[in-house]
């Protein structure tokens, strides 16, 4: 936090005013009555963990979401963006995420799409655009990259240098910087800091974007800390603490004593019934090794996008091709590359996406419950509807699944009941490792406690289970052993009491464990 | 964006971009090959022009088609459009006293006219591009029957001439594909909205995100499409001397096959114009061929319904390619 007075003063006028910003996506609410002044020749850092409302605020900038309630002000005009065209003519430019390039599109065509220069004012100048976007990625230190290379063709870190000199050729009096730097070596990322700074003499206002606590403290000037769709802090120039935005973070779920009781239970010693070496998928995650025995929960947590939820897709066989290291089922050691062969395995998936991977919308929840286990309904070749009914009895039973009938469609059931049919598919034949990979997204309270009464269930009865959320606090109410996932690798793994949200968050952030504790 | 695959598919990209136009121009050379060692005529000014003649109407539909699916869309109306501006020009040419000019010009924005609609349908009333074209299809060759109901009109000599013949050793036919191409794709296509027409294909939602107005991209598209099969119901018109209720019916499968076959993506985003242009004439002419040497016309629908779906499958071959299962569902 050195030398902040070398910068130029922050004039008072912000360039751009949001306030009271408020979303929600059916019940859920993304962002609350969110404030945020951005002024020129300053960056301000938006921090928080997943789900706190960062993306939704940065979405809504860019005009890719239109805010529910609340208002945008540039100086003191009064605007409102429809399209991103909208917010990109207002001068605020934004690089995405998940990049908003073109894969068949080479290098200059992706930099300058929308701008390219021409020629009479129609007929496009390639000439000059292979300049232009040649001098803009030279900035940025990029000089190497093959103008004339289509963007498919391009490494992860290379495309993210195209995505930032895309948005710099718009010439924004905003610049929106979502993660920009989760693909970039060391030196490129100096080069990208070294070109903020000069955006910043000019006068542009940033918005930066980063989980690396210390990319933040170098190059913010003011911090807001966001936490479950509400802005709980900022941090004016020059008073950043990394315990203090870890503590606003957290909010007061991080009190002592406040953390769920956990029953310990008492796990079989036998061997583990699912024991992964080394698994590796370039791009995606990095020397992944754990072990689960029979009836433990194991978490695997971080924040968003840290690879987490790849491992667990790479043990279904959705990655058709890459993976390398070793899984073994109950000992017997598979090479999924389809989900048939990992459901063979003894692998039972609880995904995300209940309408394009778990569950049939369509078909009858009873259909849905017996799909993968016909065998077990079958007289002969036909299948048996009583046997049907009786197992489906059994079964929306023992799930508690509120549902007029089995007959009704699975898609007329509330989200929470969906999930727990979709449980119920793989509960008919019992498998020795179940993954819910954030089986509780877009799911109320109630039915979150009774799901994670089954899987609790299922692990005493035997059963390892896997779980990935992406709301943090799940992981101490549930998990016995949590891995804690950085940038694809394994940071840090914690067990038992260790479980806490502090020591979950403070793994996923860089480097940030000694300060929290 | 989807995640790039790694660098090692440099060659490969290189290689798609040109292996539909190369495999086509070869395939091309074989058949007429093949064709001359049955009937060495065909290797005459003559023979040549009438290849050409039977080509060319294909190729404009196939260009007009390529325009569509570079946006990753679909035209499906395509071969009722060529029908109702047939019989349009069929039966005004000679009989309405218009001038030949004046029915072309009206040809060409009938075409531009439903490629609009066909536009504003996809567009802007967000229905599926496969079930849109398929209705208006209904409404143009239905349209069309109301305005010829049988076989018949006429052209004037001068415009069929003028069409059909020889310019020096030049078939007027491809003068009027190359017009065409020169006049319209060539400009299109070096002007910004050729460059969105590719980038909205190559991925709808990074064109959103970077500002394009992504359906008037995507209305444009289907009035280029619209405007090409303007071009070549006007060459039928002519070829034939008449109009006709159901001339179009094939150019809708088969512009989508001649396309295909000369490397343009059913995903959109990839494609040449040379490619299907040469995808028509090796199309045009094996089709060709088979009336010429007395295969029977049932047959004749059997083995076309063979070559689209084996040139079809093909498109979908690079599926395989996937590394991830999900990103096959989802796209």
Known sequence: ???????????????????????????????????????????????????AGKSTLVKILAGVEQPDEGELRIGDRPVTFATPRAALAAGIATVHQELSLFPNLDVAENILIGREPRRGGLWLDPRAARREAASLLENLGAADIDIEAPVGELPLAQAQLVEIAKALSAEPNVLILDEPTSALSIAEVERLVAVVERLKAQGKAIVFISHRLGEIERIADRVSILRSGEKVGEFTPGSFSRARALALMLGESWQEGKQPERATRVRDAGPAVLDVQGLSLARHFDSVSFTL????????????????????????????????????????????????QAIAAGLAFIPDDRKSLGGFLGLSVSANIVIGALDLVRRGPLLSPAAESALVDTLVRRLDIRCASPTVPLGSLSGGNQQKVVVAKWLAQRAPVYVFCDPTRGV????????????????????????????????PALCDRVLVFREGRVAGELAGTAVTEPAILALSFHEAAREAA | MKLPEPARHSRRFAFEKHAGPISCAIGLIVIIGLYAVRQPMILSPFGLASLANASVALALAAVGQTAVLLTAGLDLS?????????????????????????????????????????????????????????????????????????PGGSI????????????????????????????????????????????????????????????????????????????????????????????????????????VLGGVALSGGRGTVIGPILGSFVLAIILNALGVFNVSAFWQDFIEGLILMVVLGIGGLRVLRAGNWLALLRS
Request: net charge neutral; hydrophobic share 50%.
């Open chain 2, 156 to 259: 004037p000599d001068g415009f069929a001439t003028a069409l059909t013949g020889s310019w020096g050793p030049l078939p007027c036919s491809i003068l009027l594909l190359a017009g065409a191409v020169i006049l319209v794709w060539v400009p299109v296509f070096n002007s910004r909205l050729g460059r969105y027409i590719v980038a909205v294909g190559d991925d709808a939602a990074s064109a959103r995100l970077s500002g394009l107005p992504v359906r008037r991209i995507e209305l444009a598209s289907y009035m280029l499409a619209g405007l090409f099969a303007a071009v070549a119901a006007l060459f039928l018109a002519a070829e034939t001397t008449s109009g006709d209720p159901g001339i179009g019916n094939i150019y809708t499968l088969n512009s989508l096959a001649a396309a």
């Open chain 2, 78 to 150: 395509i071969g009722a459009e060529i029908t109702l501006i047939n019989c349009f020009a069929a039966t005004t040419m000679s009989a309405s006293g218009l001038g030949i000019a004046w029915v072309v010009a009206a040809s060409l924005l009938l075409g531009l006219a439903m490629g609009f609609l066909n536009g504003v349908v996809v567009a802007y009333g967000r229905v599926e591009p496969l079930i849109a074209t398929f209705c208006t299809a209904f409404i143009f060759s239905g349209a069309a029957l109301i305005v010829l109901p049988r």
């Open chain 1, 444 to 475: 109320d309270a109630g039915a979150r406690a009774g799901l994670f009464a089954v899987i609790r269930e299922l692990a005493a009865s035997g059963s390892g289970v896997l779980f990935y959320s992406t709301d943090i606090s799940e992981f």
């Open chain 1, 293 to 340: 025995q029979p009836g433990e929960v194991l978490g695997l947590a971080g924040l968003e996008g840290q690879g987490q939820k790849d491992v667990l897709f790479a043990l279904f066989g959705l990655f058709r091709r890459g993976l390398e290291g070793r899984i073994a089922v109950a000992g017997k050691t598979i090479r999924p590359r389809r989900p048939r």
């Open chain 1, 1 to 51: 936090m050195e030398d902040r007075e070398t910068y130029p003063a922050a004039s008072e006028r912000p360039l751009l005013t949001a306030t009271g910003l408020t979303k929600r996506f059916g019940g859920v609410v993304a962002l609350k009555s969110a404030d945020l002044s951005l002024f020129p020749g300053e960056v301000h850092a938006l921090l928080g963990a997943n789900g």
